[in-house]
């Protein structure tokens, strides 16, 4: 057992049937939830996986959220400790956006590992496992 905070590239994944990592995203979160793992949602990636609920409208955002809940459990919010290793690793990788820092910040001060779908993540940290290579 072990925990896992997931990228928004997961996320999506897991919930929409027609995107490009479903198989995989679904096949990892399974996985987890057999071995016992926690999971973590940052409060980031949160926002990001309501945006195309919020496209439909207000209902249909509510219950994504409600949905990614249930399964995921409460969403952990950026403190001043993951916004500070977030600043750190954007001022180490230059090109790596913030969303994204947050992300990995995240996972270094819960001591968790990654999952995302975005290869570029995998050279940002150790931590930062590429579901669906």
Known sequence: MGTLVLDTSVVIGFTRPDDAHHGAARAEIRAAGVRGDAMVLPATVLSESLVAA???GPARAA????ALAAFFGAE?????????R?????ATHP???LPDALVVATAIVVEAVVLT???????????VQVVGR
């Open 95 to 97: 090109s790596l956006r």
């Open 54 to 56: 919020h496209r439909v």
């Open 86 to 90: 977030a600043a750190a690793l954007r």
């Open 76 to 84: 952990r919010s950026v403190d001043g400790d993951i916004a500070d």
């Open 63 to 66: 219950e994504m959220r409600r």
């Open 117 to 127: 779908c975005d290869h570029r993540l995998g050279r940002i940290d150790e931590r």
